[in-house]
């Protein structure tokens, strides 16, 4: 069940069509989600003690309505080592339209993994697995699910990835926690049924798995026009 502050950042939203990063996150940890140390700075005052409370390296993301993919305008900077370099990204990112700050967060890593959902006019909410990363669209290693989604549909999608052996450990390489992968989607299944009448569509894009934790390195909720 959504909250009043998730419905909050909801209506915020509302204006400009979908849901900023740092906000998304927001709702996501509110749901359960496990996502990285961040923090919104909104002002190049805030980054210093930002940058040393969350830790070095860093990411360091744009923060504009104006800007939805932010790879398309370099807007994504990871291994970010001292406050100096953190900086001098501020400054350029302060340059693109419609500039509200800068999102930094720590540097997590893991197998990545693409978990989205679609509001489809015929079957409803849908959710999809994938190999994630910016090579998802290459590949299109993906299984699909009408949702609520149970704990035998989850297993099963998992199976039906092509590339599943990476995630089982792969010639050697430590297994993913196959648990929290799990635990993601269907705590994530859950979330899209609550919103089911907000949005068009949520990408959650990597998720970064590893041995001990699933984590939503990326998000984007995208709302119901």
């Known amino acids: 069940m959504l909250t009043g502050e998730m419905k909050s950042i909801l209506a915020a939203a509302r204006h400009v069509g979908w849901v900023m990063e740092p906000e998304a996150k927001r709702l996501f940890s509110l749901a359960g989600l496990d996502v990285p140390r961040f923090r919104w700075a909104k002002d190049k005052k805030e980054l210093a003690p930002f940058g040393e409370e969350i830790g070095y390296p860093l990411v360091a993301k744009?923060?504009?309505?104006?800007?939805?993919?932010?790879?398309?305008?370099?807007?994504?900077?990871?291994?970010?080592?001292?406050q100096p370099e953190l900086m001098e990204i501020?400054?350029?990112?302060?340059?693109?339209?419609?500039?509200?700050?800068m999102l930094i967060e720590e540097r997590v890593s893991g197998i990545e993994v693409i978990i989205?959902?679609?509001?489809?006019?015929?079957?409803?909410p849908v959710i999809l697995?994938?190999?994630?990363?910016?090579s998802a669209e290459i590949?299109?290693?993906?299984?699909?699910?009408?949702?609520?989604?149970?704990?035998?549909?989850?297993?099963?999608?998992?199976?039906?990835?092509?590339?599943?052996?990476?995630?089982?450990?792969?010639?050697?390489?430590d297994p993913i926690h196959s648990g929290e992968l799990a635990k993601t989607?269907?705590?994530?299944?859950?979330?899209?049924?609550?919103?089911?009448?907000?949005i068009?569509?949520?990408?959650?894009?990597?998720?970064?798995?590893?041995?001990?934790?699933?984590?939503?390195?990326?998000?984007?909720?995208?709302?119901k026009r």
């Not at 501020?90 to 700050?101: L, M």
């Not at 989205?116 to 409803?124: E, I, L, R, S, Y």
């Not at 993906?142 to 099963?156: E, F, H, K, T, Y």
């Not at 299944?189 to 009448?197: A, I, N, T």
């Open 62 to 82: 744009i923060v504009s309505p104006k800007v939805v993919h932010k790879s398309d305008i370099k807007g994504v900077v990871v291994g970010i080592k001292a």
């Open 200 to 223: 068009e569509s949520i990408d959650l894009n990597p998720v970064m798995c590893s041995s001990t934790r699933c984590v939503v390195a990326d998000a984007r909720i995208m709302l």
């Open 139 to 173: 590949y299109r290693d993906v299984s699909l699910r009408m949702a609520p989604l149970n704990p035998i549909d989850v297993g099963s999608m998992v199976k039906c990835l092509k590339a599943h052996e990476l995630l089982e450990g792969y010639r050697g390489s």
């Open 90 to 101: 501020y400054q350029r990112f302060s340059q693109v339209e419609a500039f509200k700050g």
């Open 129 to 134: 697995l994938g190999m994630g990363g910016t």
């Open 185 to 198: 989607i269907e705590v994530f299944s859950s979330l899209v049924m609550d919103l089911q009448g907000e």
């Open 116 to 124: 989205g959902a679609k509001m489809d006019v015929q079957f409803g």
